[in-house]
């Protein structure tokens, strides 16, 4: 049995992820941050991007206005799953 290792550099934490769906874009926040926005501009939370030694770890996450802080929805291997999870949440 082999195992893979899997590199990410410094690029692929800025390069914007790729969404498979067309309903939702992503707008940089930061320099991890990116804002997901529906096809009317309304703000469904944010996309926040980490190396891991597995891969790049996509982070859903919302803003909690009165804290100012942002609030964890869940932690995906890919980013259609975190922005399905700020859609549907």
Not at 4 to 32: N, W
Not at 71 to 83: E, K, N, P, Y
């Amino acid at each position: 049995m082999t195992s893979t290792t899997l590199r990410t550099t410094a690029t692929d934490i800025f390069t914007p992820p790729r969404l498979t769906s067309k309903r939702e874009r992503l707008v940089r926040a930061s320099d991890h941050l990116w804002r997901v926005q529906d096809a009317s501009g309304r703000i469904l939370g944010h996309l926040r991007v980490g190396a891991e030694p597995q891969g790049l770890r996509y982070h859903a996450e919302r803003l909690h206005l009165p804290s100012g802080a942002f609030r964890l929805v869940g932690s995906f291997w890919h980013a259609d799953d975190a922005v399905q999870a700020l859609r549907n949440g």
